[in-house]
């Protein structure tokens, strides 16, 4: 019943910045942890930020940290990703996703999350 819609996405230079968002039609939005993950082509599906339900704690991988932040507006529903000074090591299908648990131990596992969006397509020319 809940669904995770994703626009945004596209094809940007190198260095370009880019905001992705999640609409989520659940009621209950603000009581979940949220994440991004994504995945490249030939590699694995890998974290890349999470976010408490409250806004309040942020997680980042080592490889975009200091270039991507999560945030979120309960009001509205929807999680966003900003993206900036991205690389072409960047390029993935990026999937917002709800986490069933709050715990953050095992934030990485993608077995965890119970409701998955459409993932969108990013894609860094050099």
């Known amino acids: 019943q809940v669904q995770l819609v994703e626009p945004g996405g596209g094809l940007v230079q190198a260095g370009a910045s880019l905001r992705l968002s999640c609409a989520a039609s659940g009621r209950t939005f603000s009581n979940y942890l949220m994440a991004w993950f994504r995945q490249a082509p030939g590699k694995e599906r890998e974290i890349v930020t999470g976010?408490?339900?409250?806004?309040?704690?942020?997680y980042w991988a080592d490889p975009v940290k200091g270039r991507f932040t999560a945030s979120r507006d309960n009001a509205k529903n929807t999680v966003y990703l900003q993206m900036n000074s991205l690389k072409p090591e960047d390029t993935a299908v990026y999937y917002c996703a709800r986490k069933r648990s709050p715990r953050w131990s095992d934030i990485h596992i993608s077995s965890e999350y119970d409701y998955w969006g459409q993932g969108t397509q990013v894609t860094v020319s050099s």
């Open positions: 976010i408490s339900g409250s806004g309040d704690y942020i």
